[in-house]
């Protein structure tokens, strides 16, 4: 298997091959692998292909789909799959929140005795998105301390998980934070001479990282109160999508709101949902 980087660089990637890819990323978690990613495919196989020092990408696929490579298919669906996220992306999900949604809530629950607060991040990459979505909330429910608030943050990814769970990011990636966020939910640090930041006790004592497959069956029910799933559904077919969006909706607590990214749209699914404003829907 031993080869140089130049027979790798090099090395063609077949319609055939492309499209054992594509077919069995498709069949594993809903990945609308079309020509038009075919350069991005190619990418991310040749880094694996570095890796595991293989000269063809017929030998790689061969391997990433035997018994024996079963390992390795996990890690060619974490290289397929990995996208990329930042704190507070797509700032007005998280000021719908804030001026209408979450004031709203609070009225609906504040007066029981079980005050529940559940949220669902659907495809939370590196972990920006549940961070930021518990920030939000920490902010911005005056008696946060009286409610049981719980964000569930899920990835088909296993190794962008882990990069979640360890919640650690360089100053680049928390340039969107205030300095009063950075002071109070990050814990600045030394990796080898960078600094860096950690996401809080506080702020990771409320989300769980758990691994999920959006594809396959969810080991809950709900209900959830919020339900974020942006810039994921792109990645899927139409039928795809309208499955998706239906199985949100049993999850969702009866005027819940689901977000989804800008550059998605419910246009031509059936669903229980009405319009809030763009990318933001609440049900019925």
């Known amino acids: 298997m031993n080869t140089s980087s130049q027979n790798i660089h090099s090395a063609e990637l077949s319609e055939k091959d492309f499209q054992r890819v594509s077919n069995v990323i498709y069949k594993h978690c809903g990945i609308d692998l079309n020509d038009g990613k075919k350069t991005l495919v190619r990418t991310r196989l040749v880094k694996r292909m570095r890796v595991l020092k293989f000269d063809s990408f017929k030998k790689y696929i061969d391997f990433a789909l035997s018994d024996a490579g079963n390992h390795e298919f996990f890690s060619l669906v974490d290289s397929i799959s990995t996208n990329l996220t930042s704190f507070f992306r797509e700032k007005n ?10 004031p709203k809530l609070q009225k609906k629950k504040g007066g029981l005795s079980d005050r529940k607060i559940r949220v669902w991040s659907a495809g939370c990459s590196s972990g920006e998105e549940p961070y930021s979505l518990a920030i939000t909330l920490i902010e911005n429910i005056p008696d946060y301390q009286k409610w049981d608030v719980k964000i569930l943050a899920s990835d088909v990814s296993t190794q962008i998980l882990d990069r979640a769970k360890q919640g650690t990011y360089d100053q680049a990636r928390v340039k969107p934070l205030t300095a009063e966020q950075k002071r109070r ?34 080991p809950f029910n709900g209900p959830f109160d919020i339900i974020f ?28 709101v689901l977000c989804i990214g800008h550059s998605e749209s419910l246009a ?17």
């Open 93 to 102: 999900h998280f000021q719908y929140l804030i001026d209408q949604f979450l």
């Open 185 to 218: 939910f990050l814990v600045p640090n030394n990796i080898e001479g960078e600094k860096v930041y950690q996401a809080s006790r506080e702020l990771q004592s409320i989300i769980s990282f758990r691994y999920l497959n959006l594809m396959k069956e969810w």
């Open 229 to 256: 799933c942006r810039n994921v559904m792109i990645y899927f077919d139409k039928p795809t999508q309208a499955r998706l969006v239906e199985r949100f909706g049993k999850c969702l607590a009866k005027k819940g």
């Open 268 to 284: 031509g699914i059936n669903h229980q949902y009405h319009f809030a404003q763009p990318a933001t829907y609440i049900k019925e």
